[in-house]
């Protein structure tokens, strides 16, 4: 892995594949690291003829630690998104685009095929509309367009996306919540295997783990606004991507993604949930390969 200094953050970033080759980047949700982009996923996209960019969010990983937040703040946060007040938070998901871009930037990377999961989707949407010109491609997996209607996770997931996390210094304990949380809200088509699901989630807790830089993640999506009259202006080439099992950001928002942008192509798995299960790793690069090749 190596850093690079973007939009005034340190971002730290891995590329895989030839340089001179089209750029992928990969845009982790919230919480996640760059790692959470699996290893044998990438190197599909590198088959493919992909140069692959993958990195850690500010707030999360090796990359900058921000400040403020706290959990005061989020019941805040979503009491003012109820009464549609504005929303503070440390920074917004625009600021996150940016640092997107500053990390094209910082490696010559022109143009690229943005690819988003969940919070990454909407980051990569951002990047779409305020830097088209840099976009070759959309793809939005597993996210949403910022309307708060359809985007409402159920009970069960909500409860355990918002479950205390333990202190980060009790790495097992870390890690037991991330498996049961994942329990929640993964793929009931795809079982995970539970023992490979929890050294995946131990291999990046083990790396950092900071549950102050996801609040502060979280209060950025909170705070962000509808971004359907934005999304309706795009004309970037689109894929979107959702389970048909989603228990966090419910396919239904999927579907709105896709017809909220000009010609936006959706693929709906059935039995995906919010997760990239192993079982369906070949199908999503063969799928976000296709899109790109047919982009350009």
Not at 19 to 38: C, F, N, R, T
Not at 125 to 154: C, D, E, F, W
Not at 173 to 187: D, K, M, N, R, T
Request: with cysteine; hydrophobic share 45%.
């Amino acid at each position: 892995m190596a850093a690079v200094d973007a939009n005034g953050v340190r971002l730290d970033y891995e590329s895989m594949g030839d340089p001179q080759a089209p750029a992928i980047v990969l845009v982790m949700g919230l919480g996640m690291q760059s790692i959470a982009w699996p290893d044998p996923f990438c190197e599909g996209l590198v088959r493919e003829g992909f140069r692959v960019v993958r990195f850690d969010n500010r707030d999360s990983g090796l990359s900058s630690r921000m400040t403020g937040g706290g959990t005061a703040n989020l019941m805040m946060a979503l009491a003012a998104k109820w009464l549609r007040l504005p929303v503070p938070a440390p920074y917004s998901l625009d600021d996150m685009a940016r640092d997107t871009v500053g990390l094209m930037d910082a490696l010559g990377v022109a143009r690229a095929h943005v690819v988003g999961a969940s919070m990454g989707g909407m980051i990569a949407q951002l990047v779409a509309i305020h830097y088209p010109t840099r976009v070759a491609s959309l793809t939005s997996i597993m996210s949403s367009t910022g309307n708060a209607a359809l985007a409402k996770p159920t009970a069960a997931a909500r409860k355990a996306l918002l479950r205390p996390a333990p202190s980060p210094g009790d790495v097992d304990a870390v890690v037991e919540h991330l498996v049961s949380l994942f329990g929640v809200i993964g793929s009931p088509g795809f079982p995970a295997d539970h023992a490979e699901l929890r050294s995946r989630i131990e291999r990046g807790v083990r790396r950092a783990y900071d549950p102050a830089g996801t609040l502060r993640q979280l209060l950025a999506i909170v705070a962000a606004p509808d971004r359907r009259p934005q999304l309706k202006r795009l004309t970037v080439p689109t894929l979107v991507i959702h389970g048909a099992s989603d228990p966090l950001v419910p396919v239904d928002a999927g579907r709105e993604t896709a017809r909220s942008i000009p010609g936006a192509r959706l693929m709906v798995i059935d039995g995906m949930g919010h997760d990239l299960p192993p079982a369906l790793w070949p199908a999503l690069v063969e799928a976000i390969a296709a899109h790109c090749r047919a982009a350009g």
